[in-house]
């Protein structure tokens, strides 16, 4: 059993900070790449940022750059998104995504957490 879990959203006034983070848990033996989507009401899941396995960040949608910086700590399982200078455009239920490998198998899989919602508004 995999399980992604968010934490860290809230209501925030335009122009304020949040730090996101998901935590992985279970049998886990290895994870690759893992990002961070977001949802707003009646819109498609957009990819926000991307990490990869070492660490490096390999992609931000352009409405993000400048703005947000992803992270991840392999040793704790985690992954972060620190959110700045936000506006109410932002506002959207935030998922963790992981491609991962659990213990005894010979493959990856994506993994989905349940969300985390951010709002911005004054």
């Known amino acids: 059993q995999v399980q992604l879990v968010e934490s860290g959203g809230g209501l925030v006034q335009p122009g304020g900070s949040l730090r996101l983070s998901c935590a992985a848990s279970g049998r886990i033996f290895r994870i690759n790449t893992m990002a961070w989507f977001r949802q707003a009401p009646g819109k498609e899941r957009d990819l926000v940022a991307s990490?990869?396995?070492?660490?490096?960040?390999?992609e931000y949608a352009d409405s993000v750059k400048g703005r947000f910086t992803i992270s991840r700590d392999n040793g704790k399982k985690m992954m972060y998104l620190q959110m700045n200078s936000l506006k109410p455009e932002d506002t959207a239920v935030y998922y963790c995504?992981?491609?991962?490998?659990?213990?005894?198998?010979?493959?990856?899989?994506?993994?989905w957490g349940q969300g985390t919602q951010v709002t911005v508004s004054s």
């Open positions: 990490i990869s396995s070492g660490g490096f960040p390999m």
């Open positions: 995504k992981a491609f991962l490998q659990q213990y005894d198998t010979d493959y990856y899989r994506y993994y």
